[in-house]
Every structure is written in C-alpha cells, then in structure tokens.
C-alpha cells in the first residue's frame, strides 16, 4: 500500500501544486476547481462532498469567495463569468486543514495521494517562510551592525581631523627657516 501511494504522489509534481496555492484574507488556500482537477473528479462532485459532510469543514478550514475575490480570480485565472457557462456561485477555497479533511471525504486512492502531496507541499512553503524571516533578521542585524560601524569611523575620521588641524596650527606658531 505505501509503495502505490508514493508512486501515486510522485504523478502530481509539486510544483504544479504551489502555483495553485493563493493568499486570500491572510490564509494560504486552493481553489475548489484546482482541487477537483487534482483529483481528478468534477467540481460539483467535490463540492457536493463537502456538504454532505460540513460539520467536518469549519470556516478555517473552508470559506467561500465574497463577489470581489471571485471576480478577481477572474482576471487572475481566465476563469469564465457566469452566465457564460461559468459557474453560478462563488468558489470555495480549502485552507490546509480542510485540504487534509478532503481526504476523509473523497476517499480513493488518487484522494490519498494527492493529499499526501499537496500536505507535503504547504510544509514545504512554511519552511521556506521560516528561513526568509530567519534571512530577515539577519539582514536587520547586519544593517543595524553597518550604521554602528559606520558612526565609528565618522567618528575616527573626526578625531584625525582634528589631530591635523592641531598639527597644522602648532606649525604655523613656529616658522621653518632662518
């Protein structure tokens, strides 16, 4: 069984993956139709899943577009307006915990992999978040580092300044020559 499911996961690369994860309201997320195709089962079957089981999908796990969002996915995604043979209602998008419960509902082999996927992906990307701000903070000690580096030697080259104009004066009150 572990052997079908990870070659099962190895036909979804994970790059396709996380181009289909979006930033909405402050939540990493995938679309319902994206969700659908990865499993490779009908939006409307996807959805219709969902209700029958939507005690299992929390609004953290689960949320639907307001107009605004949908319509700009339009223009992100291509996707067709409705009355045009487009959808009727807004999209849901699917948080990483209900992606994970996906995978009680849709209950098949390819639901198994894809999941283990898609998991694997979003950890991946909190990873990747984690060793940016890591970078970030470093790059903030280096530059904090820089301008106290850079106050010191102002202030060398304000102290030689003025040991030359002492230098410079102390000459001129005792002329060279004959």
């Not at 996807?46 to 319509?71: G, S």
């Not at 998008?93 to 009680?104: D, I, K, P, R």
């Amino acid at each position: 069984m572990r052997k079908e499911t990870e070659k099962n996961s190895e036909l979804l690369p994970m790059e396709i993956v996380e181009r289909q994860i979006l930033l909405i309201r402050g939540h990493k997320v995938m679309l319902d139709s994206h969700l659908a195709e990865l499993y490779q089962v009908t939006t409307g079957n996807l959805n219709l899943a969902v209700r029958r089981n939507k005690e299992r999908f929390p609004e953290d796990f689960m949320f639907q577009l307001t107009k605004a969002e949908a319509d700009s996915l339009i223009l992100q995604f291509a996707r067709s307006k409705s009355g045009r043979g487009g959808r009727r209602k807004s999209p849901y998008v699917f948080t990483e915990q209900g992606v994970a419960m996906l995978s009680t509902v849709l209950n098949s082999k390819r639901a198994i992999a894809v999941n283990i996927t898609i998991i694997r992906v979003f950890v991946r990307l909190r990873e990747m978040l984690a060793s940016h701000a890591l970078l970030l903070r470093r790059l903030d000690e280096l530059e904090r580092e820089q301008k106290e580096q850079g106050l010191q030697i102002g202030a060398i080259f304000d102290a030689i300044r003025k040991l030359t104009l002492s230098d410079n004066e102390e000459v001129s009150k005792h002329p060279m020559g004959f």
